[in-house]
């Protein structure tokens, strides 16, 4: 009954491995209930929900594309039943691609686009009623990243879509600040993790990292657990930037 996210319910999405598996083990050391979601890979999505219910834990899997409205809306539906409705969510989904503009096709940039940025706001229009209609408050966590105010080579789908989900999360924490619902962002450096094939060598910024070493996960949910935590209430509308001194805001 102490622990200080007693009684709260997150969902985290992209939850199955490295920073989104971190957060939601975080989140659920600290007492919430956990949905966690991933788009394809059950078997990883299980095993974070294993793991939080051997530790004594809530936690269910919700499996669903952020991208997709109605899958969403399910999600939504699943929290609703299961837990009650949401007090946190974390928009963690992305997808990590290196093209060169000239070689980038326009459905490349759009599946970049849809998942970390359509996904938030889409999460956003489903989830956040159910904090609304709480009336308790909550948090809204969106993951960006260094890639966007460095300017990496390769990426440029992914930078628009991390420089729009931190314009979203301002917008929000004004709109959204009379419910007494904080809107941040969160933006790794380079983070310790297993990379897919398909995001080819980690990026390189062109600047050392001053701390010496790359980041890990833990560092990052730690983050967020602030943010999202009773600790966070009066921090909106702002990156927090998690780097070792990558760039200096």
């Known amino acids: 009954m102490s622990l200080p996210l007693h009684g709260k319910v997150a969902l985290v999405t992209g939850a199955g491995r490295n920073i989104g598996r971190a957060i939601?083990?975080?989140?659920?050391?600290?007492?919430?209930?956990?949905?966690?979601?991933?788009?394809?890979?059950?078997?990883?999505v299980e095993g974070v929900v294993a793991e939080i219910e051997k530790a004594g834990g809530k936690a269910a899997a919700a499996m669903g594309d952020v991208s997709d409205p109605k899958a969403t809306a399910k999600l939504a539906e699943q929290a609703q039943k299961q837990f009650g409705g949401v007090d946190i969510l974390v928009s963690n989904a992305g997808l990590?691609?290196?093209?060169?503009?000239?070689?980038?096709?326009?459905?490349?940039?759009?599946?970049?686009?849809?998942?970390?940025?359509?996904?938030?706001?889409?999460l956003g229009k489903a989830f956040i009623p159910q904090m609304v209609a709480k009336g308790k408050?909550?948090?809204?966590?969106?993951?960006s990243g260094v890639s966007t105010h460095v300017g990496t080579l390769n990426r440029c789908h992914v930078s628009a879509s991390k420089a729009g989900l931190e314009g979203l999360m301002r917008a929000l924490a004004?709109?959204?600040?009379p419910h007494k619902?904080?809107?941040?962002?969160?933006?790794?450096?380079?983070i310790d993790t297993a990379r897919a094939a398909s995001a080819g060598p980690r990026p390189l910024a062109g600047?050392?990292?001053p701390l010496g070493r790359l980041g890990n996960v833990e560092e990052i949910a730690a983050m967020?657990?602030?943010?999202?935590?009773?600790?966070?209430?009066?921090?909106?509308?702002?990156?927090?930037?998690?780097?070792?001194?990558?760039?200096?805001?």
């Open 24 to 44: 939601a083990l975080t989140l659920a050391c600290d007492g919430a209930a956990v949905l966690v979601n991933g788009r394809s890979d059950k078997v990883a």
């Open 174 to 177: 004004r709109e959204l600040a």
């Open 96 to 122: 990590r691609r290196q093209t060169p503009f000239l070689d980038m096709s326009f459905d490349e940039w759009r599946e970049i686009m849809s998942v970390a940025l359509d996904g938030a706001f889409l």
């Open 207 to 209: 600047r050392p990292i």
């Open 181 to 190: 619902i904080t809107c941040n962002a969160v933006a790794p450096g380079a």
């Open 224 to 249: 967020v657990r602030l943010l999202v935590g009773p600790e966070g209430a009066f921090i909106t509308g702002q990156t927090i930037h998690v780097n070792g001194g990558e760039f200096l805001t």
């Open 137 to 143: 408050g909550g948090a809204f966590v969106a993951m």
